[in-house]
Structure formats: C-alpha cells, structure tokens
C-alpha cells in the first residue's frame, strides 16, 4: 500500500510541474486515457526538470548539476526506485513502455548543448531539435503505442515531425528571452539583431511542412490518445498563425501568447472535431468489421 501511495504521489507531484508550467499542454494530456496521461505527465516532468536545470539554475553548477541528473535517472531506471519523485515517476512510464537510452541519450546530449553551444549551424540545429523534441514526442509515442512495434514504427516519423514543429514554434514565441536572458538564436544562420520577415517567412513555411506531416500520424493514434494530441496539435498550429500574422519587431521585443479563453475555446473545437470524425467514421464502417479497432 505504501508504495503504491508513493508512486501516486510521484506522479501528481509530475502533474503538478506540468500545471504549474504550461496550462495548454496540461489541457492535452488530461484529454489522455488515465494510464496514458499519467505516463505522459511523468515524461514532462522529467523533460521540464531537465530544461529548467539548464535554462534557470543559473547560480548553480549546471554541467556538474545536469550530469548528476542525467546519472540519477539512468539508476531510478536501473534500481525501478528513486527518491526523487520526478525521477520516480519517469522510470514507472520508462519500464512499462520501453523507454531507454535511445531516446534519453539524445535528450540530454541537447540539454548539454545548451550550456555552451549559444548558435547553430544547419545539421548542428537539426541534431538540437531531435534531442530536445524529436525523442520526447517519440517518448509518448512509446506510451501511445503500448507495445505495438509495427504501429510505433509506422508512426515514428510523423511523432518526429510533431515534436519538431512545437519546438520551432517555442524557439519563434521565445526569440526575445532566448537571446536576452541565455544569449542563444536556434535558428541557423540567423542573427538576432538581423532577424527579417523574410527570415520569418522561411521559417514558418518550415514548420507547416512539419505540421501537415504531423497530422498524418495524429489521425492514426489510438483513440485514447488521439484527442489529447490533436488538442495540443491545434494549440500550436493557432500560436503559428498568431505568429505569422505578428511583425518581427513584435516577436523580437516580447513573448507571443494565446489567451486562456482562446486555449478553452481550442480545447473545445478539438473536442467537436473528433466527435465528427468518430460519428462520420461510424456512418462509414456500419455493418463493417474494422481490422484496427483502437485506430481511425
């Protein structure tokens, strides 16, 4: 009974970061299965630790701090136990779903970076938004896919083209704090003080590229998941336009935002969306057995 009470605490204690962070993606996962939502609230509390380590503790030893991280989460793996409750609950979701150092290497490897890499090249920005978001959407993707190999597979790329579209639509949305406060620019070959609309422009029709890619995986989702990621999916594609349609002196003096009645009323159109798609696909498969009951 004990421990069960302390792996539920770890995991509300990871819901909380997660609420206490960012109230749109909290909205997508409670829109999870309970199992999944609870396994996806630990990976953010893991991945949110991890980032503010490196983009906050600026007082402390961050290389030393970041590194002891990185060591206590391989022994919670390891020992199935960790007296940090983050770490605790990472390791519940890890075991279960077969999370590993294929996607943990690659995310604090990007997480090192940050600590003395302030710009990027192409290939050095492509291998940035792979750790740092790429792995995590593949995280959860893991946790969607409960096992299911071919599945995972089948929709690794477009989890891939997911997480890379959010990150570059935050790297947009904090352009400003990323340079003033940590003195980085993700974007290669770019300039802060240079930074055009054309530049915008470029990088907007970029991140389109990976939505629409996206997207194709999203409607391929088990439907306990599919909503919670389509609600965060509109999010960010709504926090693009809002960008798109934003100056550059706008964006380079302070951070772009979505209202939280804009972000209810978001939640609330996704939730419309998949309800028509679910009743359309009824009307289409009536009488018809369907090979893949948990997928559109």
């Known amino acids: 009974m004990s421990m069960q009470l302390f792996d539920k605490t770890a995991i509300q204690m990871s ?25 996806v609230f630990a990976i953010y509390g893991f991945v949110r630790v991890a980032d503010e380590i490196v983009d906050t503790f600026f007082q402390a030893d961050q290389v030393k701090m970041l590194q002891e991280f990185r060591n206590h989460t391989y022994q919670a793996l390891q020992n199935k136990l960790s ?36 710009t990027h090249n192409e290939n050095s920005y492509k291998q940035y938004i792979y750790g740092s978001a790429e792995v995590v959407g593949l995280m959860c993707l893991k946790v969607f896919c409960k096992g299911n190999e071919k599945l995972y597979a089948d929709l690794k790329p477009h989890a891939r083209s997911l997480g890379a579209a959010f990150q570059k639509v935050n790297f947009l949305r904090d352009m400003k704090s990323d340079f003033t406060e940590r003195g980085r620019v993700y974007f290669p070959s770019i300039r802060f003080e240079n930074f055009t609309e054309t530049h915008k422009l470029e990088i907007i029709k970029d991140i389109k590229k990976d939505f629409a890619h996206a997207y194709e995986g999203i409607v391929q989702l088990p439907e306990g998941c599919r909503l919670g990621v ?8 709504k926090l693009l336009e809002k960008i798109e349609k934003t100056t550059v002196k706008e964006i380079l003096q302070s951070r772009i935002r979505i209202s939280n009645g804009q972000k209810i009323f978001l939640v609330f159109k996704s939730m419309i969306g998949e309800k028509l798609k679910q009743l359309q696909l009824r009307k289409i498969t009536v009488g018809t057995p369907r090979s893949t009951p948990d997928c559109l």
């Open 15 to 39: 819901k909380k970061l997660a609420l206490n962070y960012s109230t749109s993606f909290s909205a997508g996962i409670r829109l999870l299965s309970t199992e999944c939502g609870d396994a």
């Open 230 to 237: 389509y609600t965060a999916y509109i999010y960010y594609l």
């Open 83 to 118: 007296t940090n409750p983050v770490l605790h609950a990472f390791q519940l979701a890890a075991n279960q779903f077969g999370i590993g150092p294929r996607e943990i290497d690659p995310f604090f490897e990007s997480m090192s970076e940050d600590l003395d890499v302030n």
